[in-house]
C-alpha cells in the first residue's frame, strides 16, 4: 500500500534561513508525489509535484524538492524563509489503484519567526 | 474560471439531523474527491467518482453517501449526523492524466 511519512509535527525557522520539511514515502512501483500548503481557514494549494525525470523539482512560491530513491524521501526546501511561508505543509503520493486518489501526510506546520 | 466551490462554508447539526455539502467545479474535470480534514491526522478520503454517474468508497465511508449525477457537481450526504463527524470536508478534482488535484475552500462542520 502507498504511504507517505511527515515525521516532524512543526518546524521553526527563522526568517532568511533555509527551511526543509522532510517526507518519506512507501510505494509499490513509481511514486508520484505532491506537496500542498494550506493556509489558516483556507483549502490545500498546489506546490509541486515529481512524476518523473529531474530529482530536483522546482515549484511556486520559490520552493523546491528533492526526490531521492535510494532514501525514499521526498523533501521540501526553500533557500530563504519568509514570515509568510508559515502555514501547514503537506506530503501526498498518488495511488493509481485507487482512483488516483491522494495518500497524505499528516502535515507539518511551518513557523517562521522575523 | 471559479475552480472547485463548495458550500456552505459552515454549519452546525444536531445529532441525528441530515445535510448534503455540494462540491460544483467548472474545469470539465473528470475525477472528483471528498475528504475530510482532522487534527494530527492529514486528510482522509471518504469518496470519490471517476466520472458521471459513478461512486466508489474511500477510506472512510461509513455514515457518508455520495452522488454524481452530473460531470461538474458531487455531492456529500450525511443522513444521520453524529459528534464524530465534526470536521472540515474538502472537496477536490482533477482532469485525467498526472496532473495535481484542485482543493474547494472546505466546509465546517460542527455536530453537537
Known amino acids: 500500500a502507498q504511504s507517505v511519512a511527515q515525521p516532524e509535527d512543526q518546524v521553526n525557522v527563522a526568517e532568511g534561513n533555509p527551511l526543509t520539511v522532510k517526507c518519506t514515502y512507501s510505494?509499490?512501483?513509481?511514486?508520484?508525489l505532491f506537496w500542498y500548503v494550506q493556509y489558516p481557514n483556507r483549502g490545500l494549494q498546489f506546490l509541486l509535484k515529481?512524476?518523473?525525470?529531474?530529482?530536483l523539482v522546482k515549484g511556486s512560491y520559490g520552493f523546491e524538492a528533492e526526490f531521492n530513491k535510494s532514501q525514499t524521501s521526498f523533501h521540501l526546501k526553500k533557500p530563504s524563509a519568509l514570515v509568510s511561508d508559515s502555514a501547514l505543509y503537506f506530503c501526498a503520493v498518488r495511488d493509481p489503484l485507487l482512483g488516483d486518489k491522494l495518500i497524505f501526510g499528516t502535515g507539518t506546520r511551518l513557523q517562521v519567526f522575523p | 474560471n471559479a475552480g472547485v466551490t463548495q458550500t456552505p462554508k459552515f454549519r452546525v447539526l444536531k445529532t441525528g439531523q441530515s445535510m448534503t455539502l455540494l462540491c460544483a467545479q467548472d474545469m470539465n474535470h473528470e475525477y472528483m474527491y471528498w475528504y475530510r480534514q482532522d487534527p494530527g491526522m492529514g486528510l482522509r478520503l471518504i469518496h470519490y467518482s471517476v466520472g458521471e454517474g459513478t461512486t466508489a468508497k474511500g477510506e472512510v465511508p461509513d455514515g457518508y453517501n455520495v452522488s454524481r449525477l452530473k460531470k461538474q457537481n458531487f455531492l456529500l450526504g450525511l443522513e444521520s449526523a453524529a459528534p464524530s463527524q465534526t470536521s472540515v470536508y474538502f472537496c477536490?478534482?482533477?482532469?485525467?492524466?498526472?496532473?495535481?488535484?484542485?482543493f474547494g475552500p472546505g466546509t465546517r462542520l460542527t455536530v453537537t
Open positions: 510505494v509499490s512501483g513509481n511514486p508520484y
Open positions: 515529481y512524476i518523473t525525470g529531474d530529482n
Open positions: 477536490a478534482s482533477i482532469g485525467e492524466g498526472l496532473g495535481e488535484q484542485y
